[in-house]
T-cell receptor, first 111, second 112 residues
């Protein structure tokens, strides 16, 4: 069965650079969620989209932005990267009210 | 604000034991609750989803219960195996179509 795809899987950036993470949800899933998991931390919700509109917003820094495109894939754009942004970034997808399925994550390292 | 806690933080058991992982949440007005497994440095694997109207869900050796009024869920693992070693996270969904709030997880080690 198709799963959530995230790219890239690993990314190394320097401070103050920008990064773009991509998420391809499971076909027919209409909702995408982004989470950030720091080392030894539990996942923290960043932002979600339902039918290409932002549906909920969590602890997403102003330096980050995201959108969902017409094909339902989503991109998380991160600017002015800081060392503290180093984390595992997960994307999850679901049909509106159902179980969330998580992608394998993108490991971002900021040096 | 919903807060989720999990007890114990870590657990080490010999192979074959039955065990219970606990999850508590402060706001009982949840939509559903989901248990996940996470291997080190890896993604989250969904184990069981319990809707707010349900009391329990079972999948193989796993059984999850939900007592919404007391703000508690338990994950029961029968006949544990070394392959069960991982971190188990519970997460509650605040409402229709909304995100999950995660607990800190229980790190389980099953010793052969």
């Amino acid at each position: 069965a198709a799963g959530v795809i995230q790219s890239p899987r690993h990314l190394i950036k320097e401070k103050r650079e920008t990064a773009t993470l991509k998420c391809y949800p499971i076909p027919r899933h209409d909702t995408v969620y982004w989470y950030q998991q720091g080392p030894g931390q539990d996942p923290q919700f960043l932002i979600s989209f339902y039918e290409k509109m932002q549906s909920d917003k969590g602890s997403i820094p102003d330096r980050f932005s995201a959108q969902q495109f017409s094909d339902y894939h989503s991109e998380l754009n991160m600017s002015s990267l800081e060392l503290g942004d180093s984390a595992l970034y997960f994307c999850a997808s679901s049909e509106r009210t159902e179980e969330q399925y998580f992608g394998p994550g993108t490991r971002l390292t900021v040096t | 604000k919903q807060e989720v806690t999990q007890i114990p933080a870590a657990l080490s058991v010999p192979e074959g034991e039955n065990l219970v992982l606990n999850c508590s949440f402060t706001d009982s007005a949840i939509y559903n609750l989901q248990w996940f497994r996470q291997d080190p440095g890896k993604g989250l694997t969904s184990l069981l989803l319990i809707q707010s109207s349900q009391r329990e869900q079972t999948s193989g050796r796993l059984n999850a219960s939900l007592d919404k009024s007391s703000g508690r869920s338990t994950l029961y693992i029968a006949a544990s195996q070394p392959g069960d070693s991982a971190t188990y996270l519970c997460a509650v969904r605040r409402g229709y179509g909304q995100n999950f709030v995660f607990g800190p997880g229980t790190r389980l080690s099953v010793l052969p």
